[in-house]
């Protein structure tokens, strides 16, 4: 069954960390694109970061550029996010996608979704 599985959410106060991961099964995770997009009650999905497995690039959006970092590990299948200096404005659900269009930073341009993870940041 094709799959994306997120992990790591939850609760932390402004300033903290918290690391997610996306396991996928074997063919979403032969996508060229790995991606993470958070959604807001009301909102569109918001582009995170993503990282193109074809020229080992990592994009991110500007609200979050030096502070996340994506990474990924071909033999666990896995991808990562790394959140440092959590602000309230990063509380969403989290999901990680997986597709090979070249528009990484559009939600419906990916092939397989998660179904997500909640990140809640108090001030």
């Known amino acids: 069954q094709d799959q994306l599985v997120e992990s790591g959410g939850g609760l932390v106060q402004a300033g903290g960390s918290l690391r997610l991961s996306c396991t996928a099964s074997e063919r979403p995770f032969t996508s060229y694109i790995m991606g993470w997009f958070r959604h807001r009650p009301g909102q569109g999905h918001e582009f995170v970061a993503a990282?193109?497995?074809?020229?080992?690039?990592?994009y991110y959006a500007d609200s979050v550029k030096g502070r996340f970092t994506m990474t990924r590990d071909n033999a666990k299948k896995t991808v990562y996010l790394q959140m440092n200096s959590l602000k309230p404005e990063d509380t969403a659900d989290y999901y990680c996608?997986?597709?090979?269009?070249?528009?990484?930073?559009?939600?419906?341009?990916?092939?397989?979704w998660g179904q997500g993870t909640q990140v809640t940041v108090s001030s």
């Open positions: 996608a997986a597709g090979s269009h070249p528009d990484y930073g559009v939600w419906i341009r990916y092939s397989y």
């Open positions: 990282n193109n497995r074809l020229d080992g690039r990592t």
